[in-house]
């Protein structure tokens, strides 16, 4: 399994999660939870973790492409300079996202920068 399909695999758990929760009536409140829970549960609102799944589909995508130019190549060295930098920055964007995931089965030690 590849970074990449790491990330998205995780995201689309994410957003399963966040689209089921969201067609609840979690918003009404459930009893028994403390402050500090209903907090927690309003701060990962279904909405919220939807606009977050989406950006990160966004950065993950941006990453990969960039990193897929680099693995390309390219004579030019000035040009070849700066894909280096950009996906080195790429790689080290998707290190962040993925260290979200770090308790998962799934997750790599490599991953962690």
Partial sequence: MTLTEF???RIGEDEAI????????WQDGWDGLTPESWAHFQRFDPARVLAECEAKRRI???????LERYQ???DDEAFSAYL??????ARSALWDLAGVYANHPDYRQAWTP
């Fill in 72 to 74: 390309d190549g390219d």
């Fill in 84 to 89: 280096k930098g950009l996906a080195a920055a």
């Fill in 18 to 25: 966040a689209r089921a929760l969201a067609d609840s009536t």
């Fill in 7 to 9: 990330l998205t695999e």
């Fill in 60 to 66: 993950l995508q941006r990453c990969a492409d960039s």
